[in-house]
């Protein structure tokens, strides 16, 4: 008896042991501009251990698919692109993809035209029922649905921007640059370069219609470009192109309040320059930002209990034109994409200071524009 009692235990107790994780696979998705032999969207896929990357797919589809967005469900691939589809030479154009499950390759679904002169940004709400597309040019926006296949739907709505801003050679239409949604609302936030604007916009079946206020404006001049929000803190920092500033302001659903605004250069650095990207630490304690001509990447720590910022100091990009950058989701490493010199630099990121260290891993991809990472 005493025999099967202990068979027994230990048929239970290996029941209950839990399996081992099956590791996970890291995917690298590189949107481009259709230049110096570019042939569009590039695919990775990483390992960890090895710190290595090898190169799985290259998709070719409308020209300069330059922004890129996977859906919440890490299925779904869409990608902004500069070129019309077929003879449409007024119009940019959207693409869908299916991520295949176990190699991580793209498979198209389907095309639509972006309803916009030169898109710059596409985004999915949280929810992934919307496509929000931004585009520079045209100074629009355009909403579609996610269709159930996961193919970009009829267009549900589109705003076609007036007027202009301070500056009269960058500012003279308005140019739309990114848009977000605000988690846990039916609210998008979209930026609006030319118009030192951001605009706020409930979205439904029923269309866009504008929320009260209906945006909020920053300092005359700095064209707003990118931002982020910070959870559980209800800020919001901005990356500003045209004054080489990120902005922090507290944001309580449509009501906005200034906070800060700093310089992304050294003090004694004169020439041109642009800021581009900014991104947040995952544990959310340090803020970067990429400033194209000073070809770098901003560092500033968040302070624990105000969230302002204090600039910690700038890291090389390892290249020309730090257009896009981003952080791993483990928070280890830091990717930055330089356009002008057809490169991905890898840094690695201390955790506790902020600072990045360049590393001797780099790919070389023909003017690489965005960066997207999928974990499975």
């Known amino acids: 008896m005493k025999q099967w009692h202990i068979l027994i235990c230990i048929f239970l107790f290996s029941c209950n042991r839990q399996l081992p994780e099956t590791p996970s696979t890291e995917y690298l998705y590189v949107g481009t501009y259709s230049v110096r032999g570019s042939e569009g969207v590039y695919v990775y896929q990483f390992d960890r251990n090895t710190r290595s990357f090898q190169g799985i797919q290259q998709v070719e589809g409308p020209d300069s698919p330059s922004f890129l967005e996977i859906h919440p469900n890490g299925a779904l691939l869409y990608t902004a692109n500069r070129a019309g589809i077929g003879t449409d030479t007024l119009s940019g154009s959207v693409c869908a993809y299916r991520i295949a499950p176990v190699s991580g390759q793209l498979q198209e679904i389907n095309q639509s035209s972006s309803y916009g002169f030169s898109p710059c940004h596409i985004s999915v709400d949280d929810a992934g029922d ?145 800021v581009a990207d900014i991104h947040l630490s995952p544990d959310g304690h340090f803020l970067y930002v990429s400033n194209r001509g000073h070809n770098s990447l901003a560092i500033y720590r968040v302070d624990p209990e105000s969230g302002l910022l204090h600039l910690v100091g700038h890291a090389d990009s390892g290249g020309k034109v730090p257009r896009y950058f981003m952080i791993d989701p483990q928070g280890t490493f830091v990717l930055v994409a330089n356009q002008d010199s057809d490169n991905i630099v890898l840094f690695d990121r201390d955790q506790e200071t902020g600072l990045l260290t360049a590393t001797d891993i780099e790919l070389k991809v023909p003017s690489p524009v965005c960066l997207k990472w999928l974990v499975r």
């Open 130 to 274: 919307w496509l929000y597309v931004s585009h520079y040019g045209g100074g629009s926006l355009s909403v579609f649905p996610v269709r159930e296949d996961g193919g970009v739907g009829t267009l549900l709505d589109s705003i076609k921007y007036h007027g202009h801003g301070f500056n009269p050679e960058r500012q003279e239409a308005p140019h739309i640059h990114s848009i977000q949604s605000l988690p846990g609302t039916d609210l998008f936030l979209a930026t609006d370069l030319g118009m030192d604007r951001l605009y706020f916009y409930h979205c439904s079946e029923e269309g866009l219609k504008p929320a009260t206020p209906p945006y909020m404006e920053t300092e005359p001049g700095t064209g707003p470009r990118h931002f982020v929000l910070s959870p559980g803190r209800n800020l919001i920092y901005i990356s500003e192109e045209l004054s080489n500033t990120v902005s922090v302001y507290s944001l309580n659903g449509t009501e906005s309040h200034f906070l800060q605004r700093l310089s992304t250069l050294p003090a004694d650095y004169t020439e041109p320059n642009t």
